[in-house]
């Protein structure tokens, strides 16, 4: 009997299927919002008048490392248009070890993007106007991503600013999670184009990645 148990676990061990991890390796997937997706999203992240329709937007699931380096799955809606670069940007990101605190989508957050940050969540589609202006935000269109915001804080001249976990981090000696112009995490969006609000003249905007630079 004992050997029988032992070629058996020997057995189930080979296929995998014994003591292992949740998640081997880096996965992803892009789909539609189910219904029930939509109707958490409204009318907290989107409403009529939203400059996209919830049927432009797609759910990416994606492995990403956490700062303890254990993987984690997590989620982060996107325009439909920009999901394979999202895709692509998270999968350099796994296997360059670049570590994220926390990826769920903002409706976890009533929509409240100072909430989020507090969590120090990274997201990306919330339908909103842009940070001290009328127009709306790259977030709205589902066309920006804000990536470990207490560690890349929206900063004003004079180092102004409006989380307290964020102010060590004002000074950007580099550390882990960090956006440094030239690192892993940087590279990773400018390799598909995307602009970082950490090149911004004036106040910076460290968490902020972009399609076009806004």
Sequence with gaps: MRATLATLAIATAALGL??????????SSIRPLTAAERKAMTPSVWRRGCPVGLGDL?????????????????????????APEVNRIFRSLYRAKVPIR???????FR????????????????????????RW???????AIDINPIENPWVEPGG????RKSRPYVN???????AIS?????????????KWGGRWSGTKDYQHFSTNGR
Excluded at 59 to 65: A, E, G, L, Q, Y
Excluded at 118 to 130: I, V
Excluded at 172 to 178: K, N, S, T, W, Y
Excluded at 189 to 194: D, L, S
Aim: charged share 30%.
């Design 182 to 194: 030239g690192n892993a995490l940087v590279r990773a969006f400018e390799r598909e184009g995307w």
């Design 172 to 178: 950007r000696r580099p550390r882990p999670g960090m």
């Design 18 to 27: 014994a003591a292992s991890p949740a998640l081997a390796g880096f996965q």
């Design 160 to 163: 102004v600013v409006y989380h």
């Design 102 to 108: 926390r990826m769920e989508p903002i409706e976890r």
């Design 58 to 82: 797609r759910m990416v699931r994606t492995t990403f490392r956490d700062f303890s380096g254990r993987e984690r799955r997590g989620r982060i809606v996107v325009h439909e248009d920009v």
């Design 137 to 143: 935000s790259n977030h709205s269109y589902g066309r």
């Design 111 to 134: 929509g409240s993007d100072f909430d989020s940050i507090e969590a120090d969540n990274t997201s990306a589609f919330n339908c909103r106007k842009a940070t001290g202006s009328s």
